[in-house]
């Protein structure tokens, strides 16, 4: 008897079109049954595919638009062309109005965020959207943020990522105070940058801030979970992400080369089968796709360009569970936890006590 | 009839004690018979572990050090305490001193770089040191630097280590110009960070440099392999060398446990255990232990604090390949061919052709 999600896609995002997109949001719907879809795009090539997909058909909604962001569109260009019209502006509009509770574009990212800002707009108090990453670990899932969204380097950013990093474990983990630490470079003295020094001098002096002040980690600690959520700045977390994902494909081609070496090994690894196809799986990129928009007027999820209705369910189903969870009203929460002033402030006036020293 | 390689080796460095040091070099020499070592440390230790070492012994010194420099000793302290007495400072003098051809030690990062860079001095026209990290990938070994000196965000520090990684590069690979990529986050316009920016219109701009620069690279390349030499700065690079081994211990230890998960893919591991051993050896971090610091007066590996004699072993095979490759020598043709203005010289200025475009 739960309610319904209604979940607003910009069916023209991808680099696949929108086929992937619907066939997504099928598989999406087997999974979880309350969900409705209103799809943003051309009428004339949604029509026919929610025609052959009768148990979608009853729970979508079309929404015509004749302009489709395309993959190399600069954000000022995809601004200017596509500003109201466009299949990606179209399911942001959406969440703004109150139609739907989640927009997913696999859009390129650039102009979503851009385009999301600009239809959303920020929250009072926070100065720029982020996006968070889903990262599994050996512990559990855990969030790692910013990923991409800005490329400063300022302290009063990464507390703010801080608060909405830790208002996204809540929704997600159930947690009532996540663990965050800040990511550095060690923990010897004079190691790291002053913008993470001050961010950390800052968060080491709240209290009941919604998330718990964990201290310095470094790259290895996002693979061990040490922490609930993993805070840097967009440029760092960006090139983590990244590298952690051709790590995990390299190793992933030294396996396979591995136990194709020779017979004995060929024959081992069909004993194994099921075991490293639960591995496969586990491995999967497709399986954790989505980047959660942080820090706007409404939730949005990124899905990723190049992936297909497997990566396209998984986004979806996150953006479900972003709704369901009530991730606005945890961060709305997360902000009166830890007040903010107006943008101007020096970010060490932040600190309730500023005189304590980091943990 | 190869002329031998005299490596002076930092007994007392590292978090084991000067036996896993001794067995190390033990073991390095079984591999390349024409090392000599001088061993800087405690008499009364080091005495009796090469009276055990029989092969070891005839090629090896020892010379007395009473001071250690601990782990956890702060730059300044190390300094303080250690400079001219410790077995770290030593280490390093015999290679000014004309007396070894390259230094070793598995002390604590920031006392044995600045140690090294009080000690070596920095080349002229490099304004500081950067730390190398030699990178297994899918195509071969890269060159990936700075993975951890340097915090500053710099133009011309990126440009200086563009000139120091393609002189490793040549002297690890045998190559005459080998690719240069910047490490960015994404090639769509407005994305990287400034001084990234001037820095790849400085490369682009310059010709028969020693290196071929390439563009951005992305995280992911890393482990691609995409270019030979990836260049960024200490923060950033730190973060992706840790995220990177993390990761491999992460699907490493995923694939244990799959593995072990019922009897019939117990059973396929141990059919397929060659395979597996051998993927293990290869994933080992203790075979590619060793940071090389680049931009001094002098060739300086820094082997992990916490390996065993194995990791020691390595990180002696590798300064043997570096001071045998004649890095230095490749290093000065570098700045040779990339000529380096006064330090206070705007990176711009360094371009051959200042107003071409990045290619």
Known sequence: MSETIRISVDAMGGDKGPRVVVEGARLALKERKNTSFIF???????????????DLKPVSTIHHCDTVILMDDKPSQALRKGRGTSSMWAALQSVKDGEADVAVSGGNTGALMAMATFCLRPIEGISRPAIAAI???LRSDIVVLDVGATIDDDARQLVDFSILGGALARALFDQDSPTVGLLNVGTEEL??????KEAARVLAA?????????????????????????????????????????????????????????????????LASRALNALRR?????????????????????????????????????????????????????????????QATPVAALAPQPEAKPA
């Open 282 to 342: 586990k491995m999967d990129p497709r399986t954790v796709n989505g980047g959660v928009f942080l820090g706007l007027n409404g939730i949005v999820i990124k899905s990723h360009g190049g992936t297909d209705e497997i990566g396209v369910k998984s986004a979806l189903g996150l953006a479900y569970e972003m709704a369901r969870s009530r991730l606005m009203d945890k961060v709305a929460e997360g902000m009166r936890r830890f007040p903010r002033p107006l």
């Open 40 to 54: 943003h795009g051309r009428q004339d090539q949604l029509d026919p595919l929610l025609a052959e997909f009768s």
């Open 191 to 196: 190691k790291g940058l002053d913008h993470v």
């Open 206 to 270: 709240a209290h009941d801030a919604g998330f718990t002040y964990y201290g310095f980690v470094e790259g290895d600690d996002i693979g061990k979970g040490t922490v609930d959520v993993v805070v840097t700045d967009g440029f760092t977390g960006n090139i983590a992400l990244k590298t952690a994902e051709g790590t995990a494909r390299q190793v992933g081609t030294y396996l396979r080369m591995a136990l194709s070496a020779d017979p004995m090994s060929r024959l081992g690894a069909l």
């Open 135 to 137: 990262w599994p670990t």
